[in-house]
């Protein structure tokens, strides 16, 4: 997963966009970069790590110039960290090309052998680098034609944020996977993964990108130029479950205000009679708050979520126990001892971290424990740019609901259903992709997933 | 402020230190230091930053020993900061002898003054240093009688974790201003200054370090040695309000308890008509739990906390608007459009980051905005060790709660009252220290606080 | 200016190679890289300044494999320092292709635009990413043809060291421009700039690459594949001058016995009067030694040569005199004073330099002060590889042999005649390239000199 | 061995004494320290490693002030390196004081357990420490009386820098052992090791400090305070053969002067029929001078230096052969094949280095190999400052002359004698301490050396 940003026509590009990127690092934790450009010369900063690692003063202090585009990645796996950080930024025929890409194509392995045949050389191993060679095969110099016969070319996901000369582009894919919004500071326009960004810059929501939409941002001003065509949607519903934050609105709605009424739903569903009901600090705290409000039960804290967990934490190397779990959650006996609780989560995809936790409060005195999850069982892998494990270690694809209970030692385990989950989305069900939970894929790449098919290639 | 921590008896010391450390870090952020010993030779490592800055694997594994004592210290002010890392340490008579302390004396300037005439020649400006002066200055070798002269010396506040040659030593100031625990682990000891460090690492919480209370660790066992007399207990209440973690017992009770008690008093002392009650995450977590119950009202995030906070936040210079305090907490319109809401704090110290959180709620459209904070007034400064600005800097110091009010922009402010705060604490009124509310102090520095004496001592 | 080494069948091939680039630290100081294949996987270590900076104990033990191939680069302008260091490595089509160069293109320009506009995507301002593009485009599979059709597009100078698949490539253009041997250390081969390198690992020279000679190393062994025709060769005399070793053998001559001729037909030709000789350390010990032989002058060390002066100076930016001259060199009063001397340099480029030392000697107390050079007047730039400043800057492109000497304060100047130093030469005049004291280019870029041409390619 | 050096009143205080430290680098490699007081307030920048690796321009600018203190400190052993670093700098009674010195303590032991127990606390293992302790126990106000009573306790050997308050004082121990000079720029004093770091920042030597004298310079000028008295001298003549630079001036005279004079004889005392005499390059180079004068050999380069050697140079780690001592020089086969020669050296401590370099020569062709060294056998430690290996890791400590030409390789070694040496100097016998030659100790640390004692002490 990935989260892109640009700015045009604020001679704080860089700086601006540096805020963005703070902003939308939940999106992407692996690496940073910032490209700007002042029209006459392009500038880059980037490396390993949060935006906070990565970026100081002398080096935002580097990035001159009105337009500019930013990119946080999420992890991966491999030694291609360094060489895999986004924008990616060559300079073709005397002016910058600049790229930053959230999702996944589908069609990648046909691309990259099609054009190395003609003596393309990779840099990367990410998709993203195909757009770049797509682009610089197109003869025209006329930039809408060049994006349209480029972009056509691609299959499954991309919200894109590209410098192409003077001009800022925003591009996405016709299903319209992930989002993509448009934001105005002044006379600046900035484009963003989410509205949490243009929050924290004091920017107005001006609209989504639509699906399909390319728009070319320049001196001009803003310019939709096209718009390829498709024939359904296929907006990620995991977004709202999990991945957005919940002060964003994507896809036109608050993310808050749909998990809270989840949580509502999901206290209908499955009702449970307790002591008091505690969501797991922070990913459980929204779902939380609709399902007291259903369910009559209080609230409390059960579990106290260490301030510093974000920072580096060394699990030394001669302790057997592993520490890296308990050091973000401490669960409080005082509260706990002989009660019966339900836990709220917002999803489970390993069931690892859930299984320690359970144990935990255990230990500290809880009775009984009950789980209930804001979501159906997360049971396939995704092709569109959400890194979930492999099929086999989502513990729902090979295990009953029953049997997840049992695994992470619950008392009673129960998932929101599928149909409560799209019964409380602000849009049509079939305008959503729900692939990770229902394997309807609406399309699927020929060679298993992206990052294997790359890494294959270029050994 | 500051976190101690100490481990006699296990192969892992430093490596516990370490983790004890961790779950400390809301105690001192500045700087951190580990000194472990494994009977023959002392290893020493420490630096600048948070713990995950500063250790490493690789720093470590070169903690040998089966007895370690570290340090978390508060930011203070100046040029100091590398030199003035703990635990402070020297060879004296060919042994070890390593002190870490939390708290602050109130006669430095009068013992500094007289030890320097004598030759002493001090290395960092710490009342801290004193100590190490007063024990290398007792001729007597035996160790009870050594500690028990030179700690007779000292007034104020301290809790202290040493290493002399192979022992442990923990004591407390008579009056016991700051906490300190004691907790066991298999056959090793464990000393620290709050049970959440305990429960990290598994440790099973044996006893509290009483007041005036010195107590030797070594391989023959614990020991109490003395306990040095007082008249009058004085635990800091600021700890249970605000300080120390939710998750940890100190002084004998649960902070997250207390602090929903005192919520749940402030409800009664102060209801309030409203849509809902939302409290500043996370500092008001706790008590808006109380608050709620009592209240009758619905809970709702109206502000989301960025998890990303922790980490360095660069405000890009150019830019005028100040972003450190927005980059912490979002707003969420939808929520928070047109409605009348009550916000639970649990202090306020200068007011300034209140007011433009209630700014910014404003922005987002809610309408009355009402605060409750779950603590009295902070209006006098404190010489025991919390890092309190000075009273000039205390909004409250200077203007009436009304004002105070009108400063941060809400439409009604109240305060727990005194006598509310006391009749919720689990001790009775004159066991604490309570001079940061009503400037009765029970024991004062003769020339100003202790950072400007001794850096003026240095000049 | 640039050195290149390469192992093929060894072990230890990247230890192997460190230890040749660290011989070869001369010809290229501002970054350094090593490429290593295991037949599986390709290694990749790089960075900007000298081999001693760039390289420890942990990286070179990252570089695993029997094949290895390193380049030293000569400082070059502007910022794209880090982006240009060598070898060039890609992945095409599965297989890893490496690039380290020594010399200059003179059809860069030409070669640039038209692959730019069929598509090809240039990452570098280096010449030699060209061959990395010109081989991707050859369709044929066969090693031989490829390499044969890609070097006869290019015109001008390289010495080149590649790793294509499992093979490593050793090439020369057909007029032998720049230096390049064959070492054998027991069943490894070795390719390096000079033959210095192989005197420090040990191995045993075998010959000369010869120029236009394309050789293939593999594990069948090594192979002449193709000599590319030329009808004139035309070896650097400034690497016998200057820019090599004296402990090298190149072009199958020993550096320092060519340089004590070029002394001793120096004193031949321009006898002086005088106190004693002296060299300045240690550019002039070499003429020196075949001078004072023939000049029956004693030999004096009257400057000493600060130990350290590799290392960075800072010039304290306040302090307006330039200490950065003086801190290497300083005069013996005791030895100077009230003497005539006659100073013994190789060569004279910007005569600033010698200027300052001039006028250092003679605050120390030299009466007389005459200077002799052993090679003709540098006049013209180099196209082939060396980076001498630009002709305005070359003090004797626009001042006479007096006017220089008058320059630099000297009471005498002679260099060498033009025909004084082709008699010393271990070769036919004819073979020589002596652009850069004659002017007479053989070829010549169309576009003034490559690095100016790349860095407006891109702009 | 250690560099001194210090400025009072000059408003580049600090950057003279950066580049007075750079010119005396070869007296100490491991750890730099510069400190610098403006009248109000001390500077202190340190670090591991040389001179050029711990300043840069942002640390000098730190450095603020008229008055500087620096030093050079040369390789120990131990972990102790970091704390080991001087100047010493401590703030007493408001005051700073700090301190640089060059040499060593023979009364360190007795000292420092009087001291430790009346309650003094170390924090270093250097006997400089010492100072600062005696001086912090003087109850007197007067500045000379605490001096003089504070170095009168002190037995062994220092040169002294110190910075007192406003004052910059200059001591040299009764005996002189090591070198100290006063030079003039401007209206600054200057006072240094050697005075080559004079020449290159254009200070006029003005005279050494005598031995016993203790100098004070402050804003009233240079003023000779008191003179230590004593009955002989002991000036270091190691100094003269190996420690100082050539360039420089010691007690009063030129070094490379004496070198060559020693070379001189030493052609005279051992004649030899060779090809040609070669110097071990750059040690040998001086002596060479004189030996070639006297002994009418000619001159040769039989080895080359590389340039890069001061540099960090990694033993790749699974390659058995140590490159650690071929990589500095390189024979040059076209020169030394069939040839008889002779190599000149300044001296031999261990053997094993020449013991290399003669087998590398061999291999190099050359046939027989004589050595001459232009002093006696080195036979005995130093207590004074010279960090010669234990006695039995001096190679003529405990074998024959000709056992150490058998053990090196020789076909003949030859060592000036003691009175060829003595006869050479510009001073009287009586007044040089030859210990290191001959076991003649004016005095003698009872508990063996040094650092042996402290480090013991510790412990």
Redesign the interface.
Known sequence: MCGVFGVFGHK?AA??T??GL??L??RGEESVGIASFNG??LSYQKGVG????V???AR??KLKGYCAVGHNRYSTTGSSVAENIQPIM?????APVVVAHNGNFTNTYELHRAL?K??????TTMDSELI??LL??EKSDDLKEKLIRALSQIKGAYSLVMMLGDNLIAARDPRGYRPLCIGKLHNAYVVSSET?AL????ARYVRDVAPGEIIKINSQGLQSIHTLQSSQHAYCIFEYIYFS???S?IFGH?V??VRKDLGRNLAREFPVQCDFAMPIP?SG??AA?GF??EAEL????G??????V?????Q????T?D?RV??KL??????LKDKNIVIIEDSIVRGTTSKIRVKTLREAGAKQIHMRVSCPPIRYPCFYGIDFPTKKELVASSKTVEEVGRFIGLDSLCYLSLEGMLATMPHKPCEFCTACFTGNYLEKPKKGVKKNILEL???
């Open positions: 704080e700086n601006l540096y805020l703070y902003a690092q939940h006459k010369q949060l935006v906070s690692d970026f100081d003063t935002l202090k060559v300079n073709h025929r005397k190395e003609e003596g393309a050389i990779f840099h770049i060679h610089a095969r949490c929050d924290l810059i004091g934050r919940p002060d609105n608050n808050y205000q922070d705290n929204y708050v007291i409000q209080p609230f409390e804290w579990m106290i979520r260490n301030h510093y974000g920072r580096t934490f060394i030394p190397s001669q302790i126990r520490f308990k050091v401490n669960p409080i006996s005082d509260v290639l270029r050994r």
